[in-house]
Protein backbone atom coordinates (compact mmCIF):
# COMPACT_ATOMS: atom_id res chain seq x y z
CA UNK A 1 0.00 0.00 0.00
CA UNK A 2 3.06 2.65 1.04
CA UNK A 3 4.67 1.87 -2.15
CA UNK A 4 1.61 2.38 -4.17
CA UNK A 5 1.22 5.78 -2.05
CA UNK A 6 4.62 6.98 -2.64
CA UNK A 7 6.00 6.02 -5.94
CA UNK A 8 7.74 8.24 -7.98
CA UNK A 9 5.00 8.37 -11.34
CA UNK A 10 2.09 9.23 -8.07
CA UNK A 11 4.96 11.55 -6.85
CA UNK A 12 5.46 13.69 -10.08
CA UNK A 13 2.09 14.03 -10.72
CA UNK A 14 0.81 15.40 -7.67
CA UNK A 15 3.75 17.67 -7.93
CA UNK A 16 2.77 18.96 -10.88
CA UNK A 17 -0.79 19.32 -9.61
CA UNK A 18 0.06 21.08 -6.62
CA UNK A 19 1.28 23.88 -8.38
CA UNK A 20 -1.61 24.27 -10.15
CA UNK A 21 -4.23 24.26 -7.88
CA UNK A 22 -6.74 26.33 -7.40
CA UNK A 23 -7.42 26.51 -3.34
CA UNK A 24 -10.28 28.97 -3.03
CA UNK A 25 -12.21 26.22 -4.67
CA UNK A 26 -11.22 24.21 -2.10
CA UNK A 27 -11.33 26.52 0.81
CA UNK A 28 -15.27 27.20 -1.17
CA UNK A 29 -16.31 23.32 -1.04
CA UNK A 30 -15.05 22.49 2.40
CA UNK A 31 -17.32 25.91 3.40
CA UNK A 32 -20.37 24.49 0.79
CA UNK A 33 -19.80 21.23 3.24
CA UNK A 34 -20.08 23.48 6.05
CA UNK A 35 -23.11 25.00 5.48
CA UNK A 36 -24.83 21.90 4.98
CA UNK A 37 -24.14 20.69 8.25
CA UNK A 38 -25.20 23.58 10.27
CA UNK A 39 -28.63 23.68 8.41
CA UNK A 40 -29.23 19.59 8.71
CA UNK A 41 -27.91 20.19 12.57
CA UNK A 42 -30.47 23.01 13.08
CA UNK A 43 -33.08 20.61 11.18
CA UNK A 44 -32.39 17.71 13.54
CA UNK A 45 -31.64 15.93 10.71
CA UNK A 46 -28.87 14.09 12.40
CA UNK A 47 -28.47 11.02 9.67
CA UNK A 48 -27.47 13.44 7.04
CA UNK A 49 -25.91 15.82 8.87
CA UNK A 50 -23.13 12.72 9.55
CA UNK A 51 -23.15 11.86 6.02
CA UNK A 52 -21.82 15.45 5.48
CA UNK A 53 -19.03 15.11 8.55
CA UNK A 54 -17.90 11.83 6.87
CA UNK A 55 -16.99 13.99 3.49
CA UNK A 56 -14.88 16.29 5.27
CA UNK A 57 -12.87 13.20 6.84
CA UNK A 58 -12.34 11.18 3.98
CA UNK A 59 -12.42 14.06 1.25
CA UNK A 60 -8.53 14.28 -0.33
CA UNK A 61 -9.45 18.00 -0.20
CA UNK A 62 -9.59 18.74 3.38
CA UNK A 63 -6.75 16.75 3.88
CA UNK A 64 -4.84 19.12 1.29
CA UNK A 65 -5.76 22.38 2.97
CA UNK A 66 -5.33 20.70 6.11
CA UNK A 67 -1.49 20.20 5.41
CA UNK A 68 -1.47 23.29 3.92
CA UNK A 69 -2.32 25.27 6.62
CA UNK A 70 -0.97 23.50 9.30
CA UNK A 71 2.51 23.32 7.93
CA UNK A 72 2.28 27.23 7.00
CA UNK A 73 1.85 28.05 10.60
CA UNK A 74 4.87 25.32 11.08
CA UNK A 75 8.21 27.34 11.58
CA UNK A 76 9.69 24.02 9.40
CA UNK A 77 10.59 23.88 5.55
CA UNK A 78 8.66 21.14 4.16
CA UNK A 79 9.26 20.63 0.53
CA UNK A 80 6.19 19.79 -1.89
CA UNK A 81 7.39 16.06 -1.89
CA UNK A 82 6.98 15.70 1.44
CA UNK A 83 3.70 17.78 1.54
CA UNK A 84 2.22 15.55 -0.49
CA UNK A 85 3.12 12.31 1.22
CA UNK A 86 1.74 14.04 4.69
CA UNK A 87 -1.42 14.53 2.74
CA UNK A 88 -1.63 11.13 1.61
CA UNK A 89 -0.48 9.31 5.10
CA UNK A 90 -3.10 11.59 6.62
CA UNK A 91 -5.41 8.59 8.21
CA UNK A 92 -7.03 7.95 11.46
CA UNK A 93 -4.30 6.48 13.69
CA UNK A 94 -4.05 5.29 17.15
CA UNK A 95 -1.83 7.28 19.14
CA UNK A 96 -0.15 4.08 20.59
CA UNK A 97 0.31 3.23 17.06
CA UNK A 98 1.63 6.20 15.54
CA UNK A 99 5.44 5.34 16.32
CA UNK A 100 5.03 2.08 14.01
CA UNK A 101 2.87 3.84 11.57
CA UNK A 102 5.76 6.48 10.71
CA UNK A 103 8.77 3.90 10.45
CA UNK A 104 6.86 2.50 7.42
CA UNK A 105 5.91 5.42 5.70
CA UNK A 106 9.63 6.29 5.31
CA UNK A 107 9.28 9.71 5.22
CA UNK A 108 12.16 11.98 5.50
CA UNK A 109 11.34 14.11 8.42
CA UNK A 110 11.91 13.21 12.59
CA UNK A 111 9.09 11.62 14.50
CA UNK A 112 8.86 14.62 16.62
CA UNK A 113 7.96 16.38 13.46
CA UNK A 114 5.83 13.82 12.08
CA UNK A 115 3.73 14.07 15.08
CA UNK A 116 3.28 17.56 15.41
CA UNK A 117 2.03 18.03 11.96
CA UNK A 118 0.05 14.49 12.68
CA UNK A 119 -2.16 16.18 15.95
CA UNK A 120 -2.07 19.81 14.84
CA UNK A 121 -3.90 18.21 11.25
CA UNK A 122 -6.22 15.66 13.33
CA UNK A 123 -7.16 18.65 15.47
CA UNK A 124 -7.82 21.17 12.48
CA UNK A 125 -9.92 18.24 10.55
CA UNK A 126 -12.20 17.78 14.15
CA UNK A 127 -12.71 20.89 13.97
CA UNK A 128 -13.91 21.69 10.77
CA UNK A 129 -16.84 19.04 11.22
CA UNK A 130 -17.43 19.59 14.44
CA UNK A 131 -17.56 23.32 14.71
CA UNK A 132 -21.01 23.86 12.31
CA UNK A 133 -22.98 21.60 14.00
CA UNK A 134 -22.82 22.94 17.68
CA UNK A 135 -22.90 26.48 15.93
CA UNK A 136 -26.08 25.34 15.33
CA UNK A 137 -26.58 23.71 19.50
CA UNK A 138 -25.84 27.20 20.62
CA UNK A 139 -27.77 28.25 23.25
CA UNK A 140 -30.73 30.96 22.03
CA UNK A 141 -30.87 32.72 25.80
CA UNK A 142 -26.96 33.13 25.51
CA UNK A 143 -24.53 35.17 23.52
CA UNK A 144 -20.98 35.10 22.54
CA UNK A 145 -20.49 31.37 23.25
CA UNK A 146 -19.97 30.59 19.41
CA UNK A 147 -16.44 29.81 18.88
CA UNK A 148 -16.09 32.15 15.94
CA UNK A 149 -17.49 35.13 17.26
CA UNK A 150 -15.50 38.57 17.84
CA UNK A 151 -13.77 39.65 21.05
CA UNK A 152 -14.96 42.66 20.55
CA UNK A 153 -18.62 41.61 20.37
CA UNK A 154 -18.93 40.14 23.82
CA UNK A 155 -17.08 43.81 25.52
CA UNK A 156 -19.61 46.22 23.28
CA UNK A 157 -22.42 43.73 23.83
CA UNK A 158 -21.19 43.94 27.93
CA UNK A 159 -21.17 47.85 27.62
CA UNK A 160 -24.78 48.21 25.35
CA UNK A 161 -26.46 46.00 28.64
CA UNK A 162 -24.57 48.16 31.24
CA UNK A 163 -25.82 51.26 29.07
CA UNK A 164 -29.00 50.57 29.02
CA UNK A 165 -29.59 49.33 32.71
CA UNK A 166 -31.98 46.42 32.24
CA UNK A 167 -29.77 44.68 34.90
CA UNK A 168 -28.80 45.74 38.28
CA UNK A 169 -26.07 43.43 39.16
CA UNK A 170 -23.77 40.61 37.71
CA UNK A 171 -21.92 37.63 38.24
CA UNK A 172 -18.88 37.47 36.13
CA UNK A 173 -16.07 35.06 36.50
CA UNK A 174 -13.67 32.80 34.42
CA UNK A 175 -12.83 29.07 34.75
CA UNK A 176 -9.43 27.26 34.05
CA UNK A 177 -9.37 25.00 31.43
CA UNK A 178 -6.91 21.65 30.80
CA UNK A 179 -8.08 18.61 29.19
CA UNK A 180 -7.51 15.47 30.90
CA UNK A 181 -9.61 11.75 30.88
CA UNK A 182 -12.20 13.61 32.65
CA UNK A 183 -13.36 16.01 30.35
CA UNK A 184 -12.87 12.93 27.88
CA UNK A 185 -15.30 11.35 29.39
CA UNK A 186 -17.78 13.83 29.30
CA UNK A 187 -17.38 15.16 25.59
CA UNK A 188 -18.15 11.25 24.68
CA UNK A 189 -21.41 11.69 26.92
CA UNK A 190 -22.00 14.69 24.83
CA UNK A 191 -21.30 14.39 21.84
CA UNK A 192 -24.14 12.09 19.31
CA UNK A 193 -22.64 11.58 16.17
CA UNK A 194 -21.84 8.40 13.75
CA UNK A 195 -19.23 5.75 14.78
CA UNK A 196 -16.49 7.12 12.47
CA UNK A 197 -16.87 10.85 13.25
CA UNK A 198 -17.16 9.36 16.83
CA UNK A 199 -13.84 7.57 16.12
CA UNK A 200 -12.28 10.87 14.94
CA UNK A 201 -13.06 12.68 17.93
CA UNK A 202 -11.66 10.26 20.26
CA UNK A 203 -8.72 10.09 18.30
CA UNK A 204 -8.14 13.62 18.16
CA UNK A 205 -9.26 14.11 22.26
CA UNK A 206 -6.15 11.47 22.66
CA UNK A 207 -4.11 12.70 20.68
CA UNK A 208 -4.17 16.31 22.70
CA UNK A 209 -3.37 14.40 26.07
CA UNK A 210 -0.19 12.98 24.23
CA UNK A 211 3.29 14.30 25.77
CA UNK A 212 4.85 13.62 22.16
CA UNK A 213 2.75 15.97 20.54
CA UNK A 214 4.52 18.86 22.10
CA UNK A 215 1.52 21.44 21.99
CA UNK A 216 0.02 22.60 24.94
CA UNK A 217 -4.21 23.16 24.64
CA UNK A 218 -4.08 26.77 24.49
CA UNK A 219 -7.04 28.95 23.96
CA UNK A 220 -7.45 28.32 20.09
CA UNK A 221 -10.71 28.10 17.89
CA UNK A 222 -10.85 24.03 18.68
CA UNK A 223 -10.31 24.73 22.34
CA UNK A 224 -13.30 27.14 21.97
CA UNK A 225 -15.55 24.24 20.47
CA UNK A 226 -14.42 21.45 23.33
CA UNK A 227 -15.46 24.13 26.04
CA UNK A 228 -18.79 25.09 24.06
CA UNK A 229 -19.49 21.20 24.22
CA UNK A 230 -18.01 21.06 27.71
CA UNK A 231 -20.16 23.61 29.00
CA UNK A 232 -23.73 22.94 26.58
CA UNK A 233 -26.83 23.18 28.75
CA UNK A 234 -26.01 25.08 31.92
CA UNK A 235 -27.84 27.96 30.77
CA UNK A 236 -31.02 25.82 30.58
CA UNK A 237 -30.11 24.05 34.11
CA UNK A 238 -30.06 27.65 35.01
CA UNK A 239 -33.19 29.09 33.36
CA UNK A 240 -35.57 25.61 34.31
CA UNK A 241 -34.14 26.16 38.59
CA UNK A 242 -37.63 26.11 40.42
CA UNK A 243 -35.91 28.17 43.19
CA UNK A 244 -34.45 30.83 40.44
CA UNK A 245 -37.72 31.13 38.81
CA UNK A 246 -39.47 32.14 41.85
CA UNK A 247 -37.02 34.90 43.28
CA UNK A 248 -36.43 35.80 39.70
CA UNK A 249 -39.83 35.96 37.63
CA UNK A 250 -42.71 34.98 39.57
CA UNK A 251 -44.78 36.86 36.97
CA UNK A 252 -44.77 34.83 33.60
CA UNK A 253 -44.66 37.95 31.98
CA UNK A 254 -41.16 38.82 32.94
CA UNK A 255 -39.51 35.05 31.86
CA UNK A 256 -37.37 37.08 29.47
CA UNK A 257 -36.11 40.01 31.33
CA UNK A 258 -35.01 38.82 34.49
CA UNK A 259 -31.55 37.55 33.59
CA UNK A 260 -29.50 36.89 30.96
CA UNK A 261 -26.24 34.25 30.48
CA UNK A 262 -23.21 35.67 28.59
CA UNK A 263 -20.23 33.01 27.39
CA UNK A 264 -16.92 33.88 25.71
CA UNK A 265 -14.29 31.09 25.61
CA UNK A 266 -13.26 30.61 29.53
CA UNK A 267 -15.51 33.32 30.41
CA UNK A 268 -19.54 32.96 32.17
CA UNK A 269 -21.56 35.43 33.28
CA UNK A 270 -25.21 36.54 34.39
CA UNK A 271 -26.88 39.63 34.20
CA UNK A 272 -29.55 39.43 36.34
CA UNK A 273 -31.99 41.66 38.62
CA UNK A 274 -32.46 40.91 42.16
CA UNK A 275 -30.12 40.94 45.04
CA UNK A 276 -31.91 38.39 46.51
CA UNK A 277 -30.71 35.80 43.89
CA UNK A 278 -26.46 36.40 44.09
CA UNK A 279 -25.65 33.85 46.12
CA UNK A 280 -28.01 31.11 44.42
CA UNK A 281 -26.69 31.90 40.89
CA UNK A 282 -22.76 32.01 42.55
CA UNK A 283 -23.83 28.40 44.17
CA UNK A 284 -25.75 26.51 40.90
CA UNK A 285 -22.54 27.69 38.99
CA UNK A 286 -20.03 27.16 41.06
CA UNK A 287 -22.22 23.76 41.46
CA UNK A 288 -22.20 23.11 37.68
CA UNK A 289 -18.66 24.12 37.24
CA UNK A 290 -17.27 21.55 40.02
CA UNK A 291 -19.38 18.67 37.92
CA UNK A 292 -17.17 19.80 34.77
CA UNK A 293 -14.20 19.59 36.46
CA UNK A 294 -13.50 23.07 35.65
CA UNK A 295 -12.11 25.66 38.59
CA UNK A 296 -14.64 28.48 38.28
CA UNK A 297 -14.26 31.75 40.17
CA UNK A 298 -17.05 34.26 40.33
CA UNK A 299 -17.09 37.72 41.44
CA UNK A 300 -20.30 39.75 41.87
CA UNK A 301 -20.73 43.21 40.74
CA UNK A 302 -23.64 45.75 41.41
CA UNK A 303 -23.67 47.79 38.69
CA UNK A 304 -25.66 50.21 40.39
CA UNK A 305 -22.66 51.41 42.63
CA UNK A 306 -20.56 54.03 41.60
CA UNK A 307 -17.38 53.90 41.18
CA UNK A 308 -16.83 50.99 40.34
CA UNK A 309 -14.50 48.92 37.77
CA UNK A 310 -14.31 45.31 36.09
CA UNK A 311 -11.87 43.49 33.73
CA UNK A 312 -13.09 41.64 30.82
CA UNK A 313 -10.82 40.36 27.75
CA UNK A 314 -7.88 42.78 27.63
CA UNK A 315 -10.58 46.02 28.37
CA UNK A 316 -11.17 47.76 31.67
CA UNK A 317 -14.64 48.88 32.18
CA UNK A 318 -14.84 51.87 34.63
CA UNK A 319 -18.74 52.38 35.73
CA UNK A 320 -19.76 56.01 36.57
CA UNK A 321 -23.63 56.96 37.13
CA UNK A 322 -23.58 58.98 33.44
CA UNK A 323 -20.74 56.97 31.62
CA UNK A 324 -18.24 53.81 30.95
CA UNK A 325 -14.71 54.55 30.30
CA UNK A 326 -14.13 51.77 28.27
CA UNK A 327 -9.64 51.58 27.93
CA UNK A 328 -7.01 48.78 27.83
CA UNK A 329 -6.10 47.31 30.74
CA UNK A 330 -2.42 48.13 32.03
CA UNK A 331 -1.45 43.86 31.15
CA UNK A 332 -2.68 44.72 27.40
CA UNK A 333 -0.45 47.67 27.04
CA UNK A 334 2.20 46.27 28.70
CA UNK A 335 2.01 43.32 26.39
CA UNK A 336 2.08 45.83 23.50
CA UNK A 337 4.95 47.82 24.29
CA UNK A 338 6.78 44.29 24.89
CA UNK A 339 5.87 43.41 21.59
CA UNK A 340 7.46 46.64 19.96
CA UNK A 341 10.58 46.36 22.01
CA UNK A 342 10.99 42.13 20.63
CA UNK A 343 11.69 43.61 17.47
CA UNK A 344 14.19 46.45 18.65
CA UNK A 345 16.18 44.40 21.55
CA UNK A 346 17.01 40.82 21.68
CA UNK A 347 18.87 38.54 24.39
CA UNK A 348 22.44 37.57 24.00
CA UNK A 349 23.65 33.78 25.43
CA UNK A 350 24.18 35.87 28.93
CA UNK A 351 20.40 36.54 29.28
CA UNK A 352 21.07 40.56 28.65
CA UNK A 353 19.52 42.48 27.26
CA UNK A 354 20.77 44.14 24.13
CA UNK A 355 19.65 46.81 21.09
CA UNK A 356 19.72 45.30 17.42
CA UNK A 357 21.82 48.09 16.65
CA UNK A 358 22.35 46.82 12.96
CA UNK A 359 18.57 46.87 12.14
CA UNK A 360 17.91 50.25 10.14
CA UNK A 361 15.00 52.34 11.43
CA UNK A 362 13.33 51.81 7.72
CA UNK A 363 13.00 48.12 8.34
CA UNK A 364 11.98 48.86 12.41
CA UNK A 365 8.79 51.09 11.30
CA UNK A 366 8.26 48.20 8.21
CA UNK A 367 8.12 45.34 11.65
CA UNK A 368 6.00 48.24 14.16
CA UNK A 369 3.58 49.65 11.85
CA UNK A 370 1.55 45.91 11.34
CA UNK A 371 1.80 45.81 15.18
CA UNK A 372 0.22 49.07 15.55
CA UNK A 373 -2.49 48.60 12.97
CA UNK A 374 -3.06 45.21 14.43
CA UNK A 375 -3.37 46.90 18.39
CA UNK A 376 -5.83 50.08 17.41
CA UNK A 377 -7.98 47.44 15.33
CA UNK A 378 -8.95 45.51 18.35
CA UNK A 379 -9.34 48.77 21.19
CA UNK A 380 -10.69 51.11 18.56
CA UNK A 381 -14.20 50.93 20.83
CA UNK A 382 -12.34 52.41 23.52
CA UNK A 383 -13.40 55.78 24.23
CA UNK A 384 -10.37 57.82 26.13
CA UNK A 385 -7.71 58.83 23.32
CA UNK A 386 -5.76 60.05 26.30
CA UNK A 387 -4.53 56.15 26.53
CA UNK A 388 -3.67 56.16 22.79
CA UNK A 389 -1.65 59.82 23.37
CA UNK A 390 0.18 58.09 26.47
CA UNK A 391 1.05 55.10 24.56
CA UNK A 392 1.95 56.95 21.29
CA UNK A 393 4.31 59.27 23.63
CA UNK A 394 6.34 55.57 24.84
CA UNK A 395 6.67 53.98 21.54
CA UNK A 396 8.33 57.31 20.60
CA UNK A 397 10.68 56.89 23.70
CA UNK A 398 11.52 53.37 23.17
CA UNK A 399 12.26 54.12 19.45
CA UNK A 400 14.11 57.06 20.93
CA UNK A 401 16.53 55.27 23.23
CA UNK A 402 17.30 52.03 21.16
CA UNK A 403 18.81 55.40 18.69
CA UNK A 404 20.57 56.61 21.16
CA UNK A 405 22.95 53.62 20.45
CA UNK A 406 23.66 54.86 17.06
CA UNK A 407 24.06 58.58 17.65
CA UNK A 408 26.81 58.83 20.13
CA UNK A 409 27.48 62.67 19.62
CA UNK A 410 25.29 64.94 19.14
CA UNK A 411 22.24 62.74 19.84
CA UNK A 412 19.75 65.17 19.79
CA UNK A 413 20.42 67.00 16.87
CA UNK A 414 20.94 64.08 14.57
CA UNK A 415 17.84 62.62 15.84
CA UNK A 416 15.86 65.75 14.65
CA UNK A 417 17.67 66.27 12.09
CA UNK A 418 17.20 62.31 10.40
CA UNK A 419 14.24 60.84 12.02
CA UNK A 420 11.44 63.74 13.04
CA UNK A 421 9.38 65.01 10.51
CA UNK A 422 6.15 67.31 10.85
CA UNK A 423 3.06 65.51 8.99
CA UNK A 424 -0.04 68.04 9.48
CA UNK A 425 1.76 69.59 12.32
CA UNK A 426 2.05 66.29 14.22
CA UNK A 427 5.88 64.99 14.89
CA UNK A 428 6.08 61.48 13.61
CA UNK A 429 9.15 59.34 13.79
CA UNK A 430 10.06 58.84 9.87
CA UNK A 431 12.92 57.02 7.80
CA UNK A 432 13.34 57.15 4.05
CA UNK A 433 9.79 57.36 2.75
CA UNK A 434 8.21 55.00 5.53
CA UNK A 435 7.01 56.88 8.32
CA UNK A 436 6.03 55.36 11.72
CA UNK A 437 1.91 55.04 12.75
CA UNK A 438 0.35 56.74 15.27
CA UNK A 439 -2.23 55.28 17.46
CA UNK A 440 -4.22 57.70 17.72
CA UNK A 441 -4.78 58.40 13.74
CA UNK A 442 -5.07 54.82 13.34
CA UNK A 443 -8.13 54.57 15.80
CA UNK A 444 -9.43 58.03 14.42
CA UNK A 445 -9.61 55.99 10.90
CA UNK A 446 -11.15 52.80 11.74
CA UNK A 447 -15.17 52.61 10.84
CA UNK A 448 -18.15 51.96 13.61
CA UNK A 449 -17.54 48.08 14.62
CA UNK A 450 -21.29 46.87 14.11
CA UNK A 451 -22.26 44.11 17.10
CA UNK A 452 -22.69 40.81 15.95
CA UNK A 453 -25.94 40.11 16.92
CA UNK A 454 -26.60 36.59 19.22
CA UNK A 455 -28.36 34.84 16.18
CA UNK A 456 -26.72 35.27 13.14
CA UNK A 457 -23.89 33.09 12.15
CA UNK A 458 -21.00 32.75 9.93
CA UNK A 459 -23.39 29.58 8.07
CA UNK A 460 -26.69 31.03 7.82
CA UNK A 461 -25.98 31.95 4.07
CA UNK A 462 -26.26 35.74 4.29
CA UNK A 463 -23.29 35.98 2.25
CA UNK A 464 -24.26 40.10 1.96
CA UNK A 465 -24.41 40.40 5.93
CA UNK A 466 -20.95 39.03 6.22
CA UNK A 467 -19.45 41.11 3.67
CA UNK A 468 -20.65 44.19 4.85
CA UNK A 469 -19.57 43.04 8.66
CA UNK A 470 -16.18 42.38 7.21
CA UNK A 471 -15.67 45.54 5.02
CA UNK A 472 -16.55 47.74 8.28
CA UNK A 473 -13.95 45.72 10.32
CA UNK A 474 -11.22 46.49 7.86
Known amino acids: MYKNFFSDLTDTRLLFNWKKLKWDKRYRLIYTLQEKIYLTALQG ?35 LNTKIKLVLSLKWIDTVNLYSYWEQLNIEISYSIFSEVYYKSIRLLTFLLLEPQWEAYSEPCSFGSRSQSNKKDIVLFFANQIKQKKYDYLILGSYAYQLNATHIHLLKKKIHN ?11 LKSSLNDESGIKFNNDLFNAVLVNILTYGIKYYIANNKLIKALEFPNPSSLTNSFFCVSYRNYFGVFYSSHLTTQWFTHLLEYSFTRLNLRYLPTSYNLNVFPSSFNLLGFSFG ?29 DFLGRTRGLTHLPLQDAIIRINPIISSWSCTYQMTNKSQCFEMLDEVINNTIYRWQIKKYKKNIRNKWISQCIRYINNQRRIAEGKHVLKLLKLECMKNKKYNLLYSHRSIYDQDKLYWVYRNELQK
Do not use: W
Open 45 to 79: NTIKMGRFQEMILTSLTAKLVVIKEVTHEMNYSFD
Open 194 to 204: TFLVKKCIANS
Open 319 to 347: LNRTSIKLIPTLNSQKKFIYQIRQVLYKK
